[in-house]
């Protein structure tokens, strides 16, 4: 099967037995579900807290962003 990863960490076999068996057809489609419902219509995407980006993000953009949301996420610090 040409759709198999060189990557994937399950036995050749077991992978297009599932492929060819339709074993994870559900949860497939209720991800992208999800993922439609969420506005996201490729990969990579990312959702963190809010923040949205997709396509090939640099890096620096991506650790921005998390720097981003953490602050976001704190609460202030109480005044004296």
């Known amino acids: 099967c040409g759709a198999r990863s060189s990557r994937a960490t399950m036995p050749a076999r ?3 037995a599932a492929l060819e068996s339709h074993t994870h057809r559900k949860d497939v489609e209720a991800d992208a579900r999800v993922a439609d419902e969420a506005g996201i219509g490729g ?3 990312y959702s963190i807290n809010g ?3 997709a ?3 640099p890096y620096a953009r991506l ?3 998390v720097d981003l949301a953490l ?3 704190r609460p202030a610090p109480p005044t004296p």
Do not use: E
Request: overall charge positive; hydrophobic content about 55%.
């Open 14 to 16: 077991a992978f297009d």
């Open 43 to 45: 990969v990579p995407s």
């Open 51 to 53: 923040w949205f980006l």
């Open 55 to 57: 396509g090939n993000v």
């Open 63 to 65: 650790a921005r962003t």
């Open 71 to 73: 602050r976001a996420a």
